[in-house]
């Protein structure tokens, strides 16, 4: 445990502990913040005082990522939301810009040194220990992912930073440096799994122990996480961040009961109900929507944070010791799909498909037929078979009805050979929206 004070501290205590930093946060805010002045300002809060304490948090405006990019001009490409002088920023990550021009991310050396420490908990919940050899492929380049080498480092393990685009030379380090870690996202360590069998490499029997994977969701799902295992004799253990407020704030223990909370006193995040916004408590087996709030920030602090990601909680002391809530992903909000009133997250069929795991490569693609979050049934879904076996009308019947049966949504399966779907070194992408039209 890296902080067992802090990681032990029971969970109904947080609150308690978190209200100061918050209130100070929230002068902070005012004092700073161009863009949360005029925000709680035309939300009826003219400062600090009147704003509260942590449990009036739910009073408080909602922050959307699209409005941080729309405060961005010439003059403050980082948003007016900057809250410190350029001249004590350290490091400024970014986006990766898939929707458009990429966000960027500033950090005083004191918001990163909490990156760092969050990022510390998270990653040594797994179990990993100092000394031992981890090759990864989180790229040190401008994305927020990268603060995760700095704690590895601050776990004093040995890294071999490999990055992400060549898979011949990892696996090349896999072979002849013998690290006990494997640091990935999970659709690419079943990439490696496959590329692996295909050249009659045994991974099951390397040196790798320990899988830890993070950057979408997947590391969680049952059958996923069972072929992993399996292909790779090894331990596969999750975590979840999100870059506009923390690398890794999330980690899963050795237990593999989900990740814990790993950003106690630097973050604190509510449930909401993502269709209305209303607070959900915190309790076992809760779903919902996870929103973050800053509590020690200084770059450019965030008020209730939408993050989009949709999520299960799990509550009381875990066997290793650590009494913060657990969560298991179920999926990202801004994918979710409607199909006929019923609520559909890709990564969910991708879990279904999954259990037919003898017969299926794993790799699916969700192709819309229109524009927008609602379509009509039934919903096209491309499935890769496994190599070697044929197509059949029995199997795709089979696949769609177990859908039905678990997601109570109506699919058309189309069955592809092994090797049509594309695959990824990083995140994978299980929504195609080629041949969606603007109508729906």
Not at 75 to 89: F, N, V
Not at 91 to 103: D, E, L
Not at 156 to 161: G, T
Request: charged share 20%; net charge negative; with cysteine.
């Amino acid at each position: 445990m890296h902080n067992r004070a802090v990681e032990t501290l029971p969970w109904e205590l947080q609150a308690a502990a978190d209200d100061l930093p918050y209130r100070a946060q929230i002068r902070y805010l005012f004092d700073h913040s161009e863009f949360y002045r005029r925000k709680l300002g035309q939300a009826g809060f003219v400062d600090a005082a009147s704003a509260g304490g942590l449990g009036d948090i739910g009073n408080l405006p909602m922050t959307e990522k699209d409005e941080l990019r729309a405060s961005r001009t010439p003059d403050q490409p980082i948003g007016a939301h900057l809250a410190a002088p350029m001249s004590d920023i350290v490091r400024i990550y970014s986006t990766s810009g898939t929707t458009g021009t990429p966000s960027y991310i500033p950090l005083t050396r004191a918001d990163l040194g909490n990156w760092i420490e969050t990022s510390c908990r998270s990653y040594a919940a797994s179990g990993v220990a100092k000394g031992q050899k981890m090759v990864s492929t989180y790229n040190a380049g401008p994305f927020v992912a990268a603060v995760t080498l700095d704690a590895f480092n601050a776990l004093d393990l040995c890294q071999i930073p490999v990055g992400s685009g060549n898979t011949e030379r990892l696996m090349a380090a896999v072979q002849m440096l013998k690290p006990e870690i494997l640091g990935c996202t999970p659709s690419y360590a079943l990439h490696l799994a496959e590329w692996a069998e295909a050249r009659g490499i045994d991974i099951a029997g390397s040196s790798v122990r320990s899988i830890l994977v993070a950057g979408e969701p997947g590391g969680g799902e049952p059958s996923l996480r069972a072929r992993l295992e399996a292909a790779w004799g090894a331990k596969v253990t999750e975590a979840m961040g999100i870059g506009d407020i923390s690398v890794s704030l999330w980690g899963e223990c050795e237990a593999q009961a989900g990740m814990h909370f790993s950003g106690r006193g630097f973050v604190h995040f509510e449930l909401i109900d993502p269709d209305t916004g209303a607070s959900l408590p915190v309790e076992d087996g809760a779903e919902g929507e996870l929103v973050y709030t800053h509590l020690q920030h200084r770059a450019a602090p965030l008020l209730r944070f939408r993050s989009r990601d949709h999520v299960r909680l799990s509550v009381g002391v875990c066997a290793c010791g650590r009494t913060a809530p657990r969560v298991r992903c179920i999926g990202r909000t801004d994918d979710m799909l409607i199909v006929r009133g019923v609520n559909v997250f890709p990564s969910a069929i991708r879990e279904v498909v999954s259990q037919f795991h003898t017969e299926v490569s794993g790799v699916v693609s969700v192709r819309p037929t229109a524009r927008g979050v609602k379509q009509a049934p039934p919903l096209p879904v491309v499935v890769e078979l496994a190599e070697g076996v044929p197509a059949s009308a029995a199997l795709a019947d089979r696949i769609r009805q177990r859908i039905r049966d678990v997601l109570v949504a109506g699919t058309e399966v189309e069955l592809v050979p092994w090797g049509t779907l594309p695959r990824s070194d990083y995140k994978s992408r299980l929504v195609d929206w080629s041949a969606a039209t603007d109508a729906g």
